[in-house]
C-alpha cells in the first residue's frame, strides 16, 4: 500500500493568513495526487486533481503543487469558509489511499 | 449535473449484511466511468472500499475483500454496495463515488451525501 502522511495534522490560523499543507507518499506517485475539502456534516470536496489542476468552481486561492512523493495545498488567503479539514488522496496505485486529514481552525 | 444518492438502513445487527445502494441521476451509468465507494468512521479519516466499472469489473480493498460485493444495475441506474459479517468497527458514514478518470489520472467527483451506518445489537 502506497502510505500517506500529511503535516500538520491540525494548524491554527487568521483570515487572510497564507497556509501550506504537505502532503507526503510512501513511493513515487507522478502527479497522481487529489485534494478534498471536508466541513462537519458534509461529503469531501473535491479541490485539486492531478496535483496541480484547480476542480472548476474552486476559488483561485487554492493551489496545489508537486510530484513524485511531495506535495503542498496552499490557501493564498484564508476565508472564514475555508476552515475544514483537509485530505490528500493518492490514485497512482489502485488501492486508492488518503492522508490522515489536516483540521484547519480560526485562531 | 451528475448527483448521488445513498439508501439503506442506517442500523445493522453484529454478523448481519450491510447492504446500501446508490441512486444515479443526470448520467446514465451505462455510458461509462468508474463508481464506487468510501467509508468514514465518526470523526476518522477515509477509507476506499471498492469501485466497480459500468461493465461490472471491479477493483476492492484488499482489507475487506473478502466480505465486499459492489454491483450495479443499469436498468435502475444505481449501484450497491453489499458488506457481510459486520461488526462495531464497520460502524461509518458511506459515501457513494463518481471516480472520473482524467488525463489518466483518477480522482472522487461528485460525492453523494453520505448515509450513517450504525453496527449495533
Redesign the interface.
Known amino acids: 500500500d502506497i502510505q500517506m502522511t500529511q503535516s500538520p495534522s491540525s494548524l491554527s490560523a487568521s483570515v487572510g493568513d497564507r497556509v501550506t499543507i504537505t502532503c507526503r507518499t510512501s513511493e513515487r506517485i507522478s502527479?497522481?495526487l487529489?485534494w478534498?475539502q471536508q466541513k462537519p456534516g458534509?461529503?469531501?470536496?473535491?479541490l485539486i486533481?492531478?496535483a496541480s489542476s484547480l476542480?472548476s468552481g474552486v476559488p483561485s486561492r487554492f493551489s496545489g503543487s508537486g510530484s513524485g512523493t511531495d506535495f503542498t495545498l496552499t490557501i493564498s488567503s484564508l476565508q472564514p469558509e475555508d476552515f475544514a479539514t483537509y485530505?490528500c488522496?493518492q490514485?497512482y496505485s489502485?488501492?486508492?489511499?488518503?492522508?490522515?486529514?489536516t483540521k484547519m481552525e480560526i485562531k | 449535473q451528475v448527483q448521488l444518492q445513498e439508501s439503506g438502513p442506517g442500523l445493522v445487527k453484529p454478523s448481519e449484511t450491510l447492504s446500501l445502494t446508490c441512486a444515479v441521476s443526470g448520467y446514465s451509468i451505462s455510458s461509462g466511468y468508474y463508481w464506487g465507494w468510501i467509508r468514514q468512521p465518526p470523526g476518522k479519516?477515509?477509507?476506499?472500499i471498492g469501485?466497480i466499472f459500468h461493465s461490472g469489473s471491479t477493483?476492492y480493498?484488499?482489507s475487506l475483500k473478502s466480505r465486499v460485493t459492489i454491483s450495479v444495475d443499469t436498468s435502475k441506474n444505481q449501484f450497491s454496495l453489499n458488506l457481510s459479517s459486520v461488526t462495531a468497527a464497520d460502524t461509518a458514514v458511506y459515501?457513494c463515488v463518481r471516480e472520473f478518470r482524467?488525463?489518466g489520472?483518477?480522482?472522487?467527483?461528485?460525492?453523494?451525501?453520505?448515509t450513517l451506518v450504525t453496527v449495533s445489537s
Not at chain 1, 489502485?94 to 486529514?101: D, P
Not at chain 2, 472522487?108 to 453520505?114: E, K, T
Open positions: 502527479s497522481y487529489n478534498y458534509k461529503a469531501p470536496k473535491l486533481y492531478a476542480q485530505y488522496q490514485s489502485i488501492l486508492w489511499t488518503f492522508g490522515q486529514g | 479519516g477515509l477509507e476506499w469501485t477493483f480493498n484488499p459515501y482524467g488525463a489520472v483518477p480522482w472522487f467527483d461528485p460525492w453523494g451525501q453520505g
